[in-house]
């Protein structure tokens, strides 16, 4: 049964006198989270937006040899950022990696730094974000964008196959946004993570046709599976880790033109206009669609944003 409302009648005179109540304040709200605070009350005074300038900020992009990952971190330069350091497993980056690292110091007074690392390799993956963060003296951010595809039926994936999948799309994620706050936790700086998902984190996309079942029947599921994992990893990370001012999203791109999606065109070719059949907008994105959502997240435009995944495709997901 419901109480009387009467009993709490005589109370209310007191909630209304909203003048004579003091701000509530959190007891256990951390230093990174007061600095926030202040970083965003200071944004607010002054003209234009700068709470989405990155000035002075040091970020790791992971999978930034090449594609998504490299036109982020491109992004994060122009944004302000001071230090962007790469990290791929490509024994070199793709060629535009020296045309955007020459144009960071040449024009924009940054740098563009590239370290050859397995995410799987969790020694050398800690080593060296310690090092950057003890060069630095700062972390303010890491975009995990290193992921694998493989397309095989479901019927047909090998064991170790999976596993491989897994352990750089899933294990490699998270030991990369371990390796990062575990500095900012060292630092007490706090800082913003962002995890790259996918659309197929979210729904059996039927975009991934295998030639050797049904036109009905969808392929990836490995994949899939990894990135449905990176999305709850980020929810989880960001529950733990916000008390220290860490805060954890997710990005989830639809189809996106690269090299390698090109290529799979040119084996593939009715997937281009499928794949663009599949969203509102009857198109596919490009890789620079996604740089306003990589500046937003590691800045402190999203101050009070946490434990969320972007989606942007195209409505692909809202059908």
Not at 32 to 47: E, F, G, W
Not at 148 to 156: R, Y
Not at 180 to 188: E, F, I, P, T
Request: glycine share 10%.
């Amino acid at each position: 049964m419901l109480p009387s409302v009467g009993r709490f009648a005589p109370r209310l005179p007191g909630l209304l006198a909203m003048s004579s109540v003091r701000p509530l304040r959190c007891a256990h709200q951390s230093s990174p989270a007061k600095a926030a605070l202040r970083l965003v009350s200071s944004a607010a005074s002054q003209p234009g937006l700068p709470e989405f300038r990155l000035d002075g900020k040091v970020v790791i992009v992971s999978g930034a040899g090449r594609g998504l990952g490299l036109v982020q971190a491109e992004a994060l330069l122009d944004a302000g950022a001071k230090e962007v350091h790469a990290v791929d497993r490509l024994p070199d980056p793709s060629p535009d990696f020296a045309r955007i690292a020459d144009r960071a110091k040449s024009e924009l007074g940054s740098s563009l730094t590239y370290h050859r690392i397995d995410v799987r390799d969790v020694p050398r993956l800690n080593e060296t974000v310690q090092q950057i963060a003890d060069r630095h003296g700062r972390l303010d951010g890491l975009i995990a964008a290193a992921g694998i595809q493989q397309e095989t039926s479901a019927l047909e994936y090998a064991a170790e196959d999976v596993e491989k999948m897994m352990s750089v799309n899933v294990t490699g994620v998270f030991m990369t946004a371990q390796a990062v706050a575990r500095q900012m936790v060292r630092l007490k700086q706090g800082g913003s993570i962002v995890l790259i998902g996918s659309m197929s984190g979210t729904v059996a996309n039927r975009g991934l046709i295998c030639p050797q079942v049904a036109p009905q029947e969808t392929e990836g599921r490995a994949y899939n599976a990894s990135k449905a994992a990176v999305l709850q990893l980020g929810r989880n990370l960001a529950s733990e880790w916000g008390s220290a001012g860490i805060r954890v999203n997710t990005i989830s791109p639809g189809y996106i033109v690269t090299a390698m999606t090109e290529a799979l065109f040119d084996k593939y070719p009715e997937r281009r206009q499928d794949w663009a059949n599949g969203n509102m907008l009857g198109r596919l994105s490009k890789p620079e669609e996604y740089r306003g959502a990589a500046v937003f997240l590691i800045s402190s435009a999203s101050s009070f944003m946490t434990g969320a995944d972007l989606r942007i495709d195209g409505g692909h997901c809202a059908w």
